[in-house]
């Protein structure tokens, strides 16, 4: 299997990881179980996934806890560990704070949580309105050099708050929604940004929340502490229009004896823009099918075939 490399760095990964939100995560999805998080990351490592994306704001540290103890057995050199911060709750209100104080605090509390001596890929989770961009990453730049952090990432930045976050070229991995229903990041001129500036890009959102593993009809119902009750894909007229263009992709799975959400998630792996893609899951068993995605190989036609079916939703 071909590796990705994070940026300028040495860390290298899987190009499938792991997205664990659902791990601990109990402030954005409803009735998760501790243990069933634990087995769904080891899942995830025993079917050769290596990077797993975890970050404060899951549950307040709880997810970063959780995958900390997922992973006490297992070579922690395997393995590529990527947290976030910037959320501050400590007005008592959630506020987003990008300090470079806050932020080496957060980091430590992170490693203390994750129970391990470094953070592969630490990310700023989302910008704030005062600090200068690159002295944030400034922040971050220190604790690479005190050997805490070893690549250094942002999150929900626009092109215009990654440039001048990167202005000493220190950001080695930019993180942002993307996926075949948010096309937007290959015309609006952050493709050529991040390859000329040797930054990697790890999509979140892969499978538009589940709406991309064709396992929804029009039935579909959320709860409204489900997040998926307020993401606009599940709305009309979008929702029925993603669900039409998913039934397109079923026959190439079908050519592959594949599901839908495996070809789709091979559609990432595939895409030279891509570096590592990070599916979510609820259970084991997702992760274990998504993990198959690392050994389908789309013709040039059918990659086309997907991205067009999708495109324009
Ligand atoms: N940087 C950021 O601001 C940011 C924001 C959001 C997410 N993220 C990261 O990106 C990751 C991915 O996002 P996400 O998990 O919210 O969305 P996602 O990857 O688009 O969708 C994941 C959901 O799809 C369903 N699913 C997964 N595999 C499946 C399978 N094989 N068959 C059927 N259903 C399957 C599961 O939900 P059900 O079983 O409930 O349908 C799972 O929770 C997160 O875990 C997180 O690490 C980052």
């Known amino acids: 299997m071909t590796k990705s490399v994070i940026g300028k760095t040495d860390v290298t990964t899987t190009p499938l990881g792991l997205g664990t939100n659902a791990v601990g995560g109990y402030n954005l999805f409803p009735n998760l179980k501790d243990e069933d998080g634990i087995k769904l990351v080891q899942a995830g490592i025993d079917h050769g996934i290596r990077l797993l994306d975890t970050a404060y704001v899951y549950g307040l540290g709880h997810s970063e806890e ?9 070579d922690r050199h395997e393995l590529t560990i990527a947290t976030k ?58 604790l690479r050099e005190q050997g805490k952090i070893r690549a250094i990432g942002i999150s929900n930045f626009s092109l215009a708050q990654i440039k001048e976050a990167n202005a000493d070229g220190y950001v080695d991995v930019v993180e942002d929604e993307f996926s075949l229903l948010h096309q937007d990041h290959l015309t ?40 998926r009750s307020q993401i606009a894909d599940f709305k009309e007229p979008r929702f029925t229009k993603a669900l039409t263009a998913v039934e397109q992709i079923r026959p190439i799975a079908d050519a592959h004896e594949a599901t839908v959400a495996q070809t789709v998630l091979a559609w990432y792996i595939q895409n030279p823009f891509i570096s590592v893609v990070i599916p979510g899951a609820k259970r084991p068993d997702q992760v274990a099918a998504n993990a198959k995605a690392l050994n389908l190989e789309l013709s040039s036609e059918e990659y086309q075939t997907i991205e067009q079916a999708l495109y324009l939703v």
């Open 188 to 227: 609006d001129g952050m493709v050529e940004y991040l390859h000329e500036n040797q930054i990697s890009f790890v999509p979140y959102f892969p499978l538009a929340s589940g709406l991309l593993t064709g396992k929804y009809d029009h039935l579909a119902e959320f709860p409204a502490d489900d997040i």
């Open 85 to 142: 911060g910037a959320h501050d709750f400590s007005s008592g209100e959630e506020i987003i704070n990008n300090d470079p104080k806050f932020i080496t605090q957060q980091v430590d509390q992170s490693l203390q949580r994750l129970g391990t001596d470094y953070i592969d890929i630490y990310y700023l989770h989302f910008p704030d309105h005062d600090t200068p961009k690159a002295e944030a990453v400034g922040a971050l730049q220190r």
């Open 66 to 74: 959780l995958v900390g103890q997922a992973i006490k057995n297992y």
